[in-house]
């Protein structure tokens, strides 16, 4: 019985492997030993996803990179999701949870989707009438905090359990609320309130009390947090008022120390950072000298050295906007 077990299995795992196939790559054709920079790029095991498109809601897809394999797939490839975008991994790595549309029509769902699994993503918020977008598990994976835009109204933030029930309104605010994160102890949600040149930096109890900035600077734009740990977060601001370029930045909890990483350059945009390490972030970058617009890189926050992903795989970076990116060992 169980070598029809194990026959059942990998003649599953051929046909799994087939529907991949022409979104599957590995990086064969550059020898490891045969190129001296691969000496230099950082050591990484885990698993990144992100998305990549030509511009927001326009044919987005999801890739999933295994590192120790140098194994690239399109996941999304198969699934009947328009516009797949903004993945985040649960504690394990053994669930993603994203944004997509069931009808391209801008109304936005949030899914999740055991890694790996042959099954289609499901939709936690079907239905609700409501633009959902902008998901991120809790660090212990059994909720999810999402931005939720009601038809003619304001972005505010939400929390609902695995089923899809909202367990938390954290916000009612009457300016735009979204790109929450976990604080590490998850009693609190970071989140960029306001737009343009309005957006603040704020965290907020689950339960909506204790509103308050982090990173305010007048007519400075500042968003997408994301926790490092207890102490620390990262995040993305204007260079200056006369300079918008985006720059990845460092904050503490525990005072209004903000510091520039010293990755960042002012002729270039930085953003949507996430920590691989104490040390390495992963980031997008359009700087030159990339395959196309934002490429990912990864980038010591210590030493301020930056390494295109393209040298781990060759067709990681391509022509378009690759974005969004979250590792998980």
Known sequence: MAFIQYCCRSFFTFLLAL??????????????????????????????????YDSYGARSKIYLYDFAADQLTCISQNW???????????????????????V?????????????????PVNLTAGDGCRDEDPKFSPDGYSICFKQ???????????????????NNVTNNHIESGMPYYAADTTALLYARGAG???????????????????????????YPIVLGPSTFLYTRWYSKSNQVDQ??????????????????IDADYSDAFPCDSNKVVLSCDKAGGAGAYDLYIADMKTGSMHS???????????LNELGACYTR
């Open 104 to 120: 391209q029509n801008g109304k936005w769902d949030i899914y999740t989707w055991n890694t790996g699994s042959p099954d289609s």
């Open 197 to 223: 040149s309005a957006s603040d930096i704020y965290a907020v109890n689950i339960d909506g009390a204790n509103d308050h900035a982090l990173a305010n600077v007048p007519g400075i734009q500042e968003y």
């Open 309 to 319: 992903l393209s040298l781990y795989n060759p067709n990681i970076n391509t022509s």
């Open 19 to 52: 529907a991949f196939a022409d979104c599957s790559k590995k990086s064969t054709n550059v020898p490891v030993q045969q190129d001296s920079v691969f000496k230099t790029r950082p050591l990484l095991t885990g698993k990144l996803i992100y998305h990549s």
């Open 80 to 102: 009947n999701i328009f516009d797949p975008m903004n993945a985040h991994f649960n504690n394990n790595g053994s669930k993603i949870v994203f944004m997509g549309e069931a």
């Open 149 to 167: 835009t009601p038809t003619g109204g304001n972005g505010n933030l939400k929390i609902m359990d695995l089923n899809g029930t909202i367990t």
């Open 248 to 265: 990845v930045y460092l904050g503490y909890f525990s005072n209004n120390t903000r510091n520039r990483l010293p990755f960042n350059t």
